[in-house]
Protein backbone atom coordinates (compact mmCIF):
# COMPACT_ATOMS: atom_id res chain seq x y z
CA UNK A 1 0.00 0.00 0.00
CA UNK A 2 1.24 3.02 -1.17
CA UNK A 3 2.21 6.24 1.95
CA UNK A 4 1.46 9.81 1.10
CA UNK A 5 2.92 12.52 2.83
CA UNK A 6 1.34 16.09 3.94
CA UNK A 7 3.51 18.43 3.12
CA UNK A 8 1.85 21.12 6.13
CA UNK A 9 2.49 18.86 9.18
CA UNK A 10 4.53 15.80 7.77
CA UNK A 11 1.58 13.16 8.66
CA UNK A 12 2.17 9.75 6.77
CA UNK A 13 -1.04 8.52 5.40
CA UNK A 14 -1.47 4.80 4.13
CA UNK A 15 -3.85 4.10 1.27
CA UNK A 16 -4.45 3.66 -2.26
CA UNK A 17 -4.76 7.16 -2.19
CA UNK A 18 -4.20 10.22 -0.48
CA UNK A 19 -7.20 11.07 2.39
CA UNK A 20 -9.69 13.90 1.04
CA UNK A 21 -8.59 16.06 4.56
CA UNK A 22 -5.54 15.33 6.26
CA UNK A 23 -6.64 13.53 9.78
CA UNK A 24 -3.86 15.36 11.57
CA UNK A 25 -3.99 19.20 10.27
CA UNK A 26 -6.95 19.40 7.68
CA UNK A 27 -4.86 19.88 4.53
CA UNK A 28 -6.74 19.39 1.10
CA UNK A 29 -5.53 16.27 -0.50
CA UNK A 30 -3.62 18.02 -2.73
CA UNK A 31 -0.91 18.77 0.06
CA UNK A 32 0.06 14.88 0.04
CA UNK A 33 2.52 13.65 -1.96
CA UNK A 34 3.40 10.41 -2.94
CA UNK A 35 6.64 8.88 -1.01
CA UNK A 36 8.94 7.57 -3.61
CA UNK A 37 9.74 3.30 -2.77
CA UNK A 38 13.25 4.72 -1.14
CA UNK A 39 11.47 6.91 1.27
CA UNK A 40 8.85 4.37 1.91
CA UNK A 41 11.68 1.45 2.49
CA UNK A 42 12.89 4.30 5.00
CA UNK A 43 10.12 5.05 6.80
CA UNK A 44 8.90 1.27 7.46
CA UNK A 45 12.91 0.64 8.32
CA UNK A 46 12.16 3.35 11.25
CA UNK A 47 9.30 2.23 12.13
CA UNK A 48 10.81 -1.04 13.08
CA UNK A 49 13.70 0.44 14.81
CA UNK A 50 11.40 3.27 16.73
CA UNK A 51 9.43 0.47 17.79
CA UNK A 52 12.57 -1.72 19.18
CA UNK A 53 13.60 1.51 20.67
CA UNK A 54 10.43 1.99 22.67
CA UNK A 55 10.37 -1.66 23.72
CA UNK A 56 14.07 -1.06 25.08
CA UNK A 57 12.66 1.70 26.87
CA UNK A 58 9.60 0.37 28.49
CA UNK A 59 12.23 -2.77 29.99
CA UNK A 60 14.61 -0.29 31.10
CA UNK A 61 11.98 1.35 33.05
CA UNK A 62 11.27 -1.80 34.62
CA UNK A 63 14.85 -2.07 35.18
CA UNK A 64 15.22 1.05 36.92
CA UNK A 65 12.04 0.29 39.38
CA UNK A 66 13.49 -3.26 40.50
CA UNK A 67 17.25 -1.71 41.01
CA UNK A 68 15.51 0.96 43.00
CA UNK A 69 13.58 -1.81 44.99
CA UNK A 70 17.26 -3.60 45.42
CA UNK A 71 18.65 -0.51 46.92
CA UNK A 72 15.89 0.37 49.32
CA UNK A 73 15.86 -3.61 50.36
CA UNK A 74 19.41 -2.95 51.16
CA UNK A 75 20.61 -6.55 52.02
CA UNK A 76 24.33 -5.67 51.83
CA UNK A 77 26.65 -2.94 50.52
CA UNK A 78 27.71 -5.47 47.42
CA UNK A 79 24.00 -5.64 46.61
CA UNK A 80 23.19 -1.84 46.44
CA UNK A 81 26.18 -1.29 44.37
CA UNK A 82 24.93 -3.69 41.60
CA UNK A 83 21.54 -2.29 41.88
CA UNK A 84 22.70 1.16 42.04
CA UNK A 85 25.08 0.43 38.94
CA UNK A 86 21.94 -0.86 37.41
CA UNK A 87 19.97 1.54 38.11
CA UNK A 88 22.72 4.20 36.22
CA UNK A 89 22.74 2.55 33.62
CA UNK A 90 18.97 2.27 32.97
CA UNK A 91 18.67 5.43 33.00
CA UNK A 92 21.45 6.20 30.94
CA UNK A 93 20.42 4.33 28.41
CA UNK A 94 16.90 5.79 28.48
CA UNK A 95 18.17 9.07 27.67
CA UNK A 96 20.47 7.94 24.72
CA UNK A 97 17.02 6.32 23.44
CA UNK A 98 15.14 9.05 23.67
CA UNK A 99 17.80 11.28 22.03
CA UNK A 100 18.11 9.05 18.81
CA UNK A 101 14.40 9.41 19.04
CA UNK A 102 14.52 12.87 18.51
CA UNK A 103 17.23 12.51 16.01
CA UNK A 104 14.80 10.74 13.60
CA UNK A 105 11.96 12.34 14.16
CA UNK A 106 14.04 15.83 12.87
CA UNK A 107 15.82 13.99 9.76
CA UNK A 108 12.21 12.67 8.92
CA UNK A 109 12.25 9.46 10.05
CA UNK A 110 9.34 8.91 11.90
CA UNK A 111 6.90 7.32 10.01
Given at each position: M?????????????????????????A???????????????????????????????????????????????L???C?K??????????????????????????????
Amino acid sequence: MPLWKCSVCNYIYEGAEPPVNCPKCGAPRERFAKLSEEEEKLVLRSRYTNTLHMEVYTLLQRLVELAERGIQDNLDPPCVKIFGEVKEFSLTAMQKIKAELETHMKKGKWG
